[in-house]
C-alpha cells in the first residue's frame, strides 16, 4: 500500500494563492503517476490535474488551465499543486492520488488516495 498525507489547504481570498503538498510513504514514489483531484458540496469527484512518473508530462482539467501547476520531487517522494487566481468556484475538498499508469485523468486509473485537504475561497 502507498500512504498518501496532503497539507497546505486553508483558507484564502478570491485571486489569491495557495501551495497544496502530498507526502507519499514508500520506495517505489517514482513509478505512480500522481493526480489532484476535488470534491465541492453536493458535487461529484472531478479530475484537477496530474503528473507523469518523470515530471515530463502534465495534463490539466478546462477550469483550472493557466492557473494552477502540478510538479513532483522524486526525491522527497512528494507532489505539489499551486494554486493560483483562487476563485469561489475552487472551493472544495482536495484529494492526492496515486496510479500505477505512466499518466492518468481518470478516477478508475487511481489505485491510492490521501485523506484529502479543504480549500476555501472566499469572494
Known amino acids: 500500500q502507498v500512504q498518501l498525507v496532503e497539507s497546505g489547504g486553508g483558507l484564502v481570498q478570491a485571486g489569491g494563492s495557495l501551495r497544496l503538498s502530498c507526502a507519499a510513504s514508500?520506495?517505489?514514489?517514482?513509478?505512480?503517476?500522481m493526480g489532484w483531484f476535488r470534491q465541492a458540496p453536493g458535487k461529484e469527484r472531478e479530475f484537477v490535474a496530474a503528473?507523469?512518473?518523470?515530471?515530463?508530462?502534465?495534463y490539466y482539467a478546462d477550469p483550472v488551465k493557466g492557473r494552477f501547476a502540478v510538479s513532483r520531487d522524486n526525491a522527497k517522494n512528494t507532489v505539489f499543486l499551486q494554486m493560483n487566481s483562487l476563485k469561489p468556484e475552487d472551493t472544495a475538498v482536495y484529494y492526492c492520488a496515486a496510479s500505477p499508469l505512466p499518466i492518468a485523468t481518470r478516477t478508475r486509473e487511481y489505485a491510492y488516495w490521501g485523506q484529502g485537504t479543504q480549500v476555501t475561497v472566499s469572494s
Open positions: 514508500g520506495r517505489t514514489f517514482s513509478e505512480y503517476a
Open positions: 503528473i507523469s512518473r518523470n515530471g515530463g508530462t502534465t
